[in-house]
């Protein structure tokens, strides 16, 4: 594991080093990059990224409790079973380029204006997320579950697999193309010939 001189951490580049099950509790990184990491089973309690860089790491399972991700950026990464509804949601303030997300929980958050653009988000959840205005852009959607959240301005125009209930979401001046917008028509349980 790399060896931080402190627990405030400014400008550093980090490449391929193993966090796998390590405690980077209160550390605060600003401007910082990334490359190619294993934050597996990391131990994130109360850290803080700002301005901060990801790119092809691994983030399985990784603990945020009380987290802060401001301005953070996520590329090639692989994330499963994070529970990012548990992170600081004040400052709140991410996106996912190229990523595979994959049973994470996104509830309760703010994530207006979102890019998650040619990500793949199997089985994830979002209930009661503000995605005003969220690019999905090329992103496959397969079993990721929305529910009582504001997708007005939304862009799944290119976006496959989704199915979202008109009823319990805000979907005003989302954009949607065919034929895929056929998926908001599943919660109502008809056939379509």
């Known amino acids: 594991m790399a060896e931080f ?6 400008g550093q580049i ?4 193993d966090f796998s099950k390590k405690s980077l509790e209160k550390h605060f990184f600003t401007s910082c990059a990334f490359h190619h990491c294993n934050f597996s089973e990391a131990l994130l309690r109360n850290a803080r990224f ?3 860089i990801f790119v ?3 983030l399985s399972l990784v603990k945020l409790d009380g987290c802060r991700l401001q301005d953070v950026q996520f590329i090639d990464c692989k994330i499963v079973g994070a529970e990012f509804f548990k992170c600081e949601k004040m400052f709140f ?16 958050l703010n994530m207006k204006n979102a890019l998650f653009g040619k990500s793949k988000l199997k089985e994830n959840y ?10 999905f852009s090329d992103a496959d959607l397969l079993g990721t579950t929305f529910h009582n959240c504001d997708l007005s301005k939304a862009d799944f125009s290119t976006a496959t697999q989704y199915a979202i209930d008109p009823q319990t979401n805000k ?21 379509i010939v």
């Not at 979002?126 to 690019?135: H, I, R, W």
């Open 93 to 108: 303030s991410a996106s996912f380029k190229n990523c595979l997300l994959q049973y994470c929980n996104f509830s309760d």
């Open 5 to 10: 001189l402190s627990s405030n951490v400014e």
């Open 50 to 52: 700002c301005s901060c």
């Open 56 to 58: 092809g790491c691994n």
């Open 171 to 191: 979907i005003k001046k989302a954009k949607f193309s065919l034929p895929e917008v056929i998926g908001l028509l599943s919660a109502f349980d008809i056939t």
């Open 14 to 17: 980090v490449k391929s080093t």
């Open 126 to 135: 979002f209930t009661n997320t503000c995605l005003n205005g969220a690019d």
